[in-house]
């Protein structure tokens, strides 16, 4: 077998442990591994998340499913919608729910099972150019075109993805599936095998599908011992102390003082929850293909422009003579058009009217600064 | 005709194939152990298509197409011998590998190096065998700003580089005062600046200082049958979805429109073939290289010429996986891996009041050199002032990024999705960036990991670095200038805006840093590991073998037809950004190639003066339809 063959089924037989760090450049040290500057949390507020109800297009699930004594939807849609919750109306101040982020989740999960109608392979990168959400560039008149670009990622519910090669097809499969699935991939190297463990770089043990199935499942048999209903029916405040206690976060004093033994998290909840917040933000805030952040909801209330391209922002017009932008003196004819500027269709250069709302306090100035400087132990991590 | 292989497809790798394969005299196979990403390179440049989107999901949570895989393919690090064999293993540098190489990741800033640069270690008095900093191996380039200034000027107009620099009657006109003299205007204006960039310019001028739009290899007009850039803000990290960015496969697309270069993906080399030499006394020959094609399958191609353009780190991991031992007849200088460098990324941030839409735009569209230090002339040099970096204005999170860095401050509930309206480090933010110039070491060094693998049970490249007293200082020096021009942001020009927070962050040592937030930190492994792309070093190019792995036209000393080109020749790591250096640096290996410049066995300074009218023929003859080439007629 080749390292393009692609092996069949899940085998979760080994356990490894630890997360991928994923770095960047840019003030990254501090996000990879963000230290709990912890502040107060406020009271727990909002409604509590909505109970019951599927969403368009997977009204059952592909992996987390709700069966007999496995709620795994369920919960982890409770779940989801107390980590971004929604204000006290929905319809102004959308949460994690109304997002999506359960089937974000759930497709991520299922990448390599979702149905040909769904994604034409395995849903990890979504193919562009473009979402069709916005128009080409007009170059004479420095604005929108009437064009749109074919949508390209999603047509009709069927989403268009980057086939993956041998390699990110063995190392997701790994993420998803845990190590075992090694044993699929014959001309992986053992000695290269034996370290996946040693040196903690395949995720969390048996993969994400193992952790968030026997995390979901902990959450909620915990819910049932402390509070003697399921998770997902919990109250808000219910719901909030297990997550963070799951997650050593400050709780409020909910339960009596010296909580007896059973209040202790379950390690499978501890274990899934900083996935469980990453995954959240992701189905947030992430690009609506994945499965969340329905039409863009999320984007509206934190005042991010989403996807932009090909339109993008500022608009060349060949028309246009801006002394500030002035060819003069540039290059030579032929090299380059020798007129032309820019007009901004949003900002770019000046204040945004009416965008700035609610100025910065210096406290939470300080406070997002100092975890940005923290190297350490952190809350979440990026799998 | 001759046959090269190129190992490689990024900076340098692409600038070497186009290059050979315009002379006529060539035909080249390019073999990149990435994906290609692009549709339709070598035809219409318009029809060019690729994967790429404004997709964060994609380019920053999930493991980023572009880059090597750490669950794949790991590397190691150590700050010393002293830690053992290693203290982390993941991602350690790592660039991206992919058609195209660092240049789809970055965004673009195109600098020049300054006259200063290339021969600092003279200006502070110091000789080749005396290092004018203690404890380092400061030297000389073997080439200097005046041997390499048409290289610069014909990249910037191959790839197409926007900047501020025009022509007034006869005369090329800088407003950027800490930059050397230039023979041509940039190819294309400077694009719109971002907000965030120009509070921060506005600032530094008011304290006297010279900000100015910082050359970027983005197109600020339609160029080359390529698209303007809408600014569309996901730049960093992200493949270009419009083209607009001059990334590495531009030029593979103009090679591969000549017909005499065939590309292949997927095609990891793995051993360097090589026949002794045939006389006493005489040199090694590369026969070609072994690969692994996308099947794991093994093959040998034959070449007369072997260009090995995959990085400082890779480069070096491949010499010696085919045997090139340091200090052995393969390797006479001994140095071969040694004397790795990146560029000391010290950040002071400012969060302000008021919404800017950090977002919206390149990244960074206007720099600071002032902090580059002295120059940029050699009667400009003041040896008490020290050499920091340019430093980089703007920089943001996107929205996911910001829900996890502000996680720390609260990881969920409505207090977290508070703080997500506020967008601090996404709409609020503008940083003053140092890419701090690097001193030179012995033991910072890339070489074998002498157990981990990567998945094919090949051992991967360990890196051992830490950080000299010189580049730490001269952050300490700079962070209170730094800070001091983030402070004054706003009135009379912006009235109304003000910082509310001011303070610096050090991604590399954030402990080492006098000043830092806090200075106590957890200085864990993790906090040392440097995470810099700015890779430079491993194969010091010097004028004879004693100093240098490579001679100064980019061969290894012991063979007749072995080359590195890139980052991996630098000999200092000036404060600037490294990949239009990289580009003019590849440009001059690639012209001598053709014109037989080098060769020899030792060089003086008069032998390179002498090279660079053949050198610079090239230009003439390749891409004489340029102001460079027409400068150079003048």
């Known amino acids: 077998m080749s390292w393009d063959d692609t092996p069949a089924g899940d085998g979760r037989q080994r356990a490894v442990r630890g997360p991928i760090l994923d770095r960047r450049r840019f003030l990254s040290a501090a996000l990879a591994a963000a230290g709990v500057a912890l502040v107060p949390l406020r009271p727990a507020v909002g409604a509590g998340a909505p109970k019951t109800g599927g969403p368009a297009g997977a009204p059952t699930g592909w992996f987390l499913r709700d069966t007999t004594g496995r709620p795994l939807r369920s919960t982890c849609r409770a779940a989801c919608a107390r980590i971004v919750p929604s204000g006290s109306d929905p319809a102004t101040d959308p949460g994690a729910d109304q997002a999506g982020v359960v089937d974000y989740i759930d497709m991520f999960l299922a990448a390599f099972e979702l149905p040909a109608s769904v994604a034409d392979g395995p849903l990890i990168y979504l193919h562009g150019s473009y979402s069709g959400r916005n128009p080409y560039p007009d170059y004479s008149t420095g604005g929108p075109s009437g064009t749109y670009p074919p949508d390209a990622m999603e047509q009709n519910g069927r989403r268009t993805v980057v086939p993956l090669d041998g390699w990110q097809e063995l190392s997701w499969r790994v993420r998803l599936y845990g190590a075992g699935v090694v044993q699929a991939y014959p001309w992986a190297s053992s000695k290269w095998f034996a370290q996946l463990e040693a040196n903690g770089l395949a995720g969390p043990p048996g993969g994400l599908r193992a952790l968030y199935a026997d995390g979901l499942s902990a959450f909620d048999e915990w819910s049932r011992q402390l509070f003697g209903v399921a998770f997902a029916v919990a109250s808000a405040e219910e719901q909030d102390y297990m997550l963070e206690s799951a997650g050593g976060l400050p709780v409020s004093p909910l339960l009596p003082p010296n909580p007896p033994d059973s209040a202790a998290p379950p390690q499978a909840a501890r274990d899934l929850f900083p996935y469980l917040v990453v995954h959240t933000y992701e189905g947030c805030y992430g690009l609506p293909e994945y499965g969340g952040n329905r039409g863009g909801l999320m984007w509206r209330g934190i005042g991010w422009d989403g996807d932009t391209v090909p339109l993008g922002n500022s608009v060349y017009d060949a028309g246009l003579e801006d002394p500030a932008q002035s060819n003069a003196g540039f290059g030579q004819e032929g090299v380059y058009l020798p007129v032309g500027g820019y007009r901004q269709h949003r900002p770019v250069s000046a204040p945004d009217p009416g965008r700035s709302g609610t100025t910065l306090d210096p406290g939470d100035a300080a406070a997002v600064a100092a975890g940005l400087s923290r190297p350490g132990r952190s809350a979440v991590v990026r799998p | ?634």
């Open chain 2, 1 to 634: 005709m001759k046959r090269a292989i190129v190992v490689g497809s990024g900076a340098s790798g692409s600038t070497v194939a186009r290059l050979l394969a315009r002379s006529g005299q060539w035909q080249v196979l390019v073999l990149e152990k990435g994906r290609n990403y692009y549709q339709g390179l070598g035809g219409d440049p318009s029809k060019v298509t690729s994967i790429f989107a404004n997709d964060e999901i994609a380019y920053e949570s999930r493991a980023n197409p572009i880059y090597p895989d750490p669950l794949l393919e790991p590397r190691s690090f150590r700050t010393s011998p002293s830690d053992g064999d290693r203290i982390f293993v993941g991602d350690v540098n790592n660039l991206p590998t992919t058609v195209g190489g660092g240049t789809v990741h970055f965004d673009a800033k195109a600098r020049r190096f300054r006259e200063v640069d290339f021969i600092a270690n003279s200006l502070l008095g110091g000789t080749p065998d005396r290092p004018a900093v203690p404890g380092t191996t400061y030297a000389d380039w073997p080439v200097h700003y005046r041997h390499l200034e048409p290289f610069y000027a014909v990249m910037e107009e191959v790839i197409g580089v926007q900047g501020p620099a025009r022509r007034v009657g006869g005369r090329v006109v800088n407003p950027n005062p800490y930059e050397s003299w230039r023979s041509t205007p940039f190819a294309m204006p400077p694009g719109v600046g971002m907000l965030s960039n120009l509070i921060l310019a506005d600032a530094a001028r008011r304290l006297g200082y010279s900000p100015a739009p910082v050359p970027t290899a983005i197109n600020s007009r339609p160029y080359r049958g390529r698209p303007p850039c809408c600014d569309c803000g996901l730049c960093l990290d992200y493949g270009c979805p419009v083209n607009a960015k001059g990334s590495g496969p531009w030029q593979l697309h103009d090679a591969l429109a000549t017909g005499r270069v065939e590309l292949r993906d997927q095609s990891y080399v793995v051993a360097l073939e090589y026949d002794g030499p045939a006389r006493r006394g005489g040199r090694h020959r590369a026969r070609g290289v072994t690969y692994l094609d996308r099947s794991g399958r093994s093959h040998f191609e034959a070449a007369d010429l072997v260009v090995l353009a995959n990085s400082p780190i890779e480069a070096t991991r491949l010499s010696l996986l085919s045997g090139i031992v340091p200090g052995q007849a393969t390797e006479p200088s001994g140095l071969l891996g040694r004397n790795l460098m990146f560029h000391l990324e010290t950040l002071v941030i400012g969060l302000f009041d008021q919404d800017i839409h950090s977002f919206r735009g390149r990244t960074s569209t206007h720099t600071l050199d002032a902090f580059a230090g002295p120059g940029p002339s050699p009667a400009q040099f003041d040896p008490t002032v020290p050499m920091g970096g340019l430093c980089e204005m703007g920089g943001a999170y996107n929205p996911i990024q910001q829900a996890v860095a502000l996680s720390p401050v609260s990881a969920m509930g409505e207090r977290h999705k508070e703080i997500m309206r506020l967008s601090p480090v996404m709409s609020r933010i503008s940083a003053m960036t140092m890419q701090g110039q690097d001193m030179p070491q012995a033991t910072n060094m890339v070489d074998l990991d002498p157990a981990l693998v990567d998945v094919t049970g090949r051992p991967v490249p360990r890196i051992t670095y830490s950080n000299h007293p010189y580049e730490l200082a001269a952050a300490a020096y700079y962070i209170p200038k730094m800070a001091e021009i983030i402070a004054a942001v706003g009135a009379p020009n912006y009235p109304g805006l003000e910082p509310v927070f001011v303070g610096p962050l050090n991604t590399t040592v954030p402990a080492a840093v006098p000043g830092a937030l806090e200075p106590a930190l957890d200085a864990g492994p993790f906090s040392q590991v440097p995470q810099s792309k700015h890779i430079m070093g491993t194969h010091r190019m010097a004028l004879d073998h004693e100093h240098g792995v490579c001679d100064p036209f980019g061969r290894y000393w012991a063979f007749d037809n072995l080359y590195h080109a890139g980052g991996g020749l630098f000999v200092t790591a000036p404060g600037f950004n490294v990949t239009l250096t990289m580009w003019a640096l590849s440009y001059w290996v690639a012209a001598s190639v053709l014109t037989g410049a080098g060769g020899r066995d030792s060089y003086d300074a008069a032998a390179i003066d002498r090279a660079l009218g053949v050198q610079t023929g090239v230009i003439s003859r390749l891409d004489g339809d340029t102001m460079a080439a027409r400068a150079l007629r003048r």
